[in-house]
């Protein structure tokens, strides 16, 4: 693991990022609409991907989920309509562990091999790939065709007459059929019948799930017996254990360098203390990145759980996205990382993923340049990753109404559309940038600089932090409900970041405290050169813990001030 650089992850939803058609239906079917392929991430595609400062690519929904597109021709059973949401299906229904999703490939027989292409393509572009474990649930007709020999398909021994059994690889509502409260047939020719039925995925254990739970799934048995108490039954190991070890190193086999896993706390704690040694054991370079959205469970997930970082979702993420909003004070990030009591550089920081709302969508900011000062904190306030997902950059809207998602300010994981930026940045592969406005390009031109500053500059990479705002409460000249400030240094270089949340540009008087200077190292100075780094532009500033040091900065922007010793 390279410890000296920032990992900065541009996530992208694999099916939609090559596809070119400007006029999708909703709802429309994969002939009508098209799909994006591996292919479309050619050498050029990824070297632009990388001029964002991305040091990792997370393709998601890479591993074969239910979908209503007829594969049958190729041996690939189909799924019932009732049971998959969208015409495309979601990528966390898993179908099939051990393949790749047919959608994302020109070739399907030879669909293994165009993602172990995408692998070493994406190497040679100088980025790392991350892709989805997906270990809490699997779509309800999960079926495995492409099962190595010698392994045995999920569910494939379960006793159904046993609710619980810590030999079943599913969980049971014994003499139950399901009947979902959602439309059990889907124009299909019969209803879906699931006898006996098996426990949905979002942990519900009836035969009755509703259009609001993750009905298209179900719950994977690790041992606990949820309908009994939550009782433990770890030893002997659980079956479902070896199979899912089986399958981080199957994938971890095809070379790819990190697992970003899915529901994680969902899976308990005591299956990664086992899993994650092992599977490092064999490929000692491979990241373990959990989504968790309970704080309570951190600690428990990175140290016995062995996991290398986590999401940092119900903290910094809901935090900037209130200051963006104006719901809160920008005080408020600094209680963030102080909550986190050591963890900091172990979080995860995003603005926006497939399952958030995008910053320029209505249901957000409504405006993708007050995601800047968002940004800049979320990016270099610490040494952790930092991840963008693909079109945030250019302040995609997610304003589209594609079918199963709906109008709900998210790019669609469901159905298969085309997302309006990527599609003209690539402008057919070329990357010109012709089909782009000045807007789209002065907003990338920010999160370019951003996110490359992160390598860039030692200080962001590696450096010590420090929060000046206590410093700065009540300051006669500095709103600390819509500035922050806070330094970063690394040898003899210091960074001075001040972020402004407001519309309007500031004259701002900011205390530098005595207590910085000792902890910083930094000498004293009355008249000190300094360059912003986001423009070039030198500016002289004061560093002196008895007279603020006065700067100003533009509304929804920031100031990056290096200086050096």
């Known amino acids: 693991m390279d410890n000296e650089k920032k990992i900065i992850i541009y996530q992208v939803f694999t099916r939609l990022f090559g596809n070119n058609n400007n006029h999708c239906v909703r709802n429309g079917d994969i002939v009508t609409n098209g799909c994006g392929k591996m292919g479309d991430f050619t050498l050029k595609a990824l070297g632009e991907i990388k001029k964002t400062g991305a040091t990792h690519i997370w393709y998601t929904g890479i591993i074969e989920h239910a979908t209503q597109t007829d594969y049958r021709r190729y041996n690939i059973r189909p799924d019932h309509p009732a049971i998959v949401k969208g015409k ?166 095809k070379k790819i360098d990190a697992f970003r896993c899915d529901m994680a706390e969902m899976v308990p704690v005591e299956f990664w203390e086992w899993a994650i040694p092992q599977v490092k054991e064999a490929y000692p370079d491979i990241l373990f990145i959990a989504e968790v959205y309970n704080p309570a469970e951190y600690r428990n997930y990175l140290q016995r759980g062995k996991f290398d970082y986590l999401y940092d979702k119900v903290g910094l993420y809901e935090t900037l996205r209130n200051v963006i909003c104006g719901f809160q004070s920008a005080t408020a990030i600094t209680q963030c990382w102080q909550s986190l009591n050591g963890m900091e550089k172990q979080m995860l920081n995003f ?129 600390e409900h819509r500035q922050y400030t806070f330094m970063r240094k690394f040898g003899n270089e210091l960074l001075f970041f001040v972020v402004n949340f407001d519309s309007q540009p500031v004259d701002v008087a900011i205390n530098i405290p005595s207590h910085a200077f000792d902890y910083l190292q930094m000498p004293q100075t009355d008249v000190c050169k300094a360059t912003e780094l986001l423009t070039g532009k030198e500016e002289e500033i004061s560093l002196l813990p008895y007279k603020a040091t006065e700067v100003s900065v533009g509304g929804y922007s920031g100031k990056i001030l290096k200086i050096i010793f």
């Open 88 to 253: 495309a299906g979601s990528p966390y229904a898993i179908k099939d562990y051990y393949d790749v999703d047919p959608d994302l490939v020109n070739d399907i027989p030879e669909r293994m091999k165009e993602f172990e292409n995408l692998v070493r393509r994406t190497h040679r572009a100088g980025l790392k790939v991350i892709i989805d474990f997906v270990p809490n649930h699997v779509s309800r007709q999960y079926h495995s065709d492409m099962q190595p020999d010698g392994t045995v398909n999920l569910g494939a021994n379960d006793d159904p007459a046993q609710s619980f059994s810590p030999y079943n690889n599913f969980y049971y509502i014994p003499k139950a059929e399901l009947r979902g409260q959602f439309d059990m047939t889907a124009g299909a020719a019969e209803p879906y019948r699931e006898f006996p039925a098996k426990a949905t995925g979002n942990n519900r254990f009836d035969a009755t799930p509703t259009v609001n739970d993750w009905y298209e799934t179900i719950k994977l048995n690790y041992g606990i017996d949820y309908q009994n108490g939550g009782t433990c039954h770890f030893s002997p190991t659980p079956d479902t254990w070896f199979k899912m070890l089986d399958i981080l190193l199957f994938w971890a086999s």
């Open 351 to 479: 603005l926006e993923n497939h399952d958030e709302q995008r910053i320029a969508s209505d249901f957000f900011a409504g405006n993708p340049r007050k995601g800047i000062p968002g940004l800049i904190v979320s990016a270099c306030m610490n040494t952790n990753p930092m991840m963008i997902y693909f079109g945030q950059e250019f302040g995609e809207r997610g304003m589209d109404n594609e079918g199963f998602s709906g109008k709900d300010g998210r790019t669609t994981i469901f159905d298969y559309w085309s997302v309006d930026t990527i599609r003209r940045w690539r402008n057919g592969g070329k990357f010109d940038g012709k089909m782009l406005s000045e807007e789209h390009k002065r907003l990338y031109t920010v999160y370019r600089k951003v996110l490359t500053l992160c390598n860039e500059e030692q200080a962001i990479a590696q450096g010590l932090f420090f929060d000046l705002m206590y410093a700065n409460i009540n300051g006669w000249k500095f709103n």
